[in-house]
């Protein structure tokens, strides 16, 4: 597996290649984000580590060119941040990225974090429209859930957050993502709604033990569902 690590920091890039090397991934690295964009028209890797913070092309930026070109939106972008606001995040996230990282990280954190994203792009859990994910069955033709063998009842925005969750494993999705790709608008739109719904269709995970905190608050950013593969 292939991984661009974006950083302007010397000793950031260091270690996450002796980190990513020693998990036998192939390393490739830029310190600003007009190399990173430069070095992905000749090398396309499996995902990227990348900086907001960066000279030249800020980091998200880079994120907006990287997802708006076909040949490389399909690659998955977990972001590195030593900002603490939430809209940095929020903004990335909302640009494409599937994950982020705080600064300062640990080399498990990061192995741990890129493992995740890169399983759930090659989820095997899918199969001729069905997902499992331990005790939960959701069946994409029939929009049918069971937990442990048992059909559930949920409306059609639960399932919905269901299915979204469930099909992006440890991806964090702000309300206002939630908003928009569920009720189908954007900021203007009660946030509200969206904690109402999580905490139903928590309420009806529960029949599990192994999804009882299967959806997790993301302080500060929104929610997502845990991968514990």
Known sequence: MKILVVDDED????LLRFTLEKNTFNVREASDG???L????EYLPDLILLDLMLPKIDGLEVCRRIKNNPATAGIPIIMLTARAE???KILGLELGADDYITKPFSPREVIARVKAVLRRLGN???NEGELVLGDLKINFISYEVHILDEKIELTPKEYELLKLFATNLGRVFSREQLLEKIWGYEYYGDTRTVDVHIRHLRSKLEKSKQLTNAIETVRGVGYRFADNN
Do not use: F, H, P, Y
């Open 11 to 14: 000793n950031i890039r260091e």
């Open 38 to 41: 430069k070095i992905l028209t």
């Open 124 to 126: 095997s859990n899918v």
């Open 34 to 36: 007009e190399q990173a």
């Open 86 to 88: 939430e809209i940095d």
